[in-house]
């Protein structure tokens, strides 16, 4: 069974940084396209960021373009998202997840496996 555990959230003033990392264990990693969403309260969960297995492809929600950086080390079996410039509407849990076998994924329905998040809040 494949398990996936995100670390590196907190709270963060508007216009620092974070990164998040997702640590995945009990497969081989790179047969994996990974991704990140995330839910603010009273939201449905939302793509983020996504990465093709071999991590030459990345692809951003409109959102994340131009702040967040995707990136996986498949040596340390882990994938980052890397947010810049954060603002207040980027508070949310954020969740990553794998599918198997997934070139690129955009939709919640694409994953088979998901963490179990990690909150990110941004103050003013």
């Known amino acids: 069974q494949v398990q996936l555990a995100e670390s590196g959230g907190g709270l963060a003033q508007a216009g620092s940084s974070l990164r998040l990392s997702c640590a995945v264990s009990?497969?081989?990693?790179?047969?994996?396209?990974m991704g990140w969403f995330r839910q603010a309260p009273g939201k449905e969960r939302e793509f983020v960021a996504t990465i093709n297995r071999s991590g030459t492809i990345t692809y951003y929600a409109d959102s994340a373009k131009g702040r967040f950086t995707i990136s996986r080390d498949d040596t340390k079996n882990t994938m980052y998202l890397q947010m810049n410039s954060l603002k207040p509407e980027d508070t949310a849990v954020y969740y990553c997840?794998?599918?198997?076998?997934?070139?690129?994924?955009?939709?919640?329905?694409?994953?088979?496996?998901w963490g179990q998040g990690t909150q990110v809040t941004v103050s003013t």
């Open positions: 009990g497969h081989t990693f790179s047969r994996y396209g």
């Open positions: 997840a794998a599918g198997l076998d997934l070139p690129m994924g955009t939709l919640i329905e694409e994953y088979d496996f």
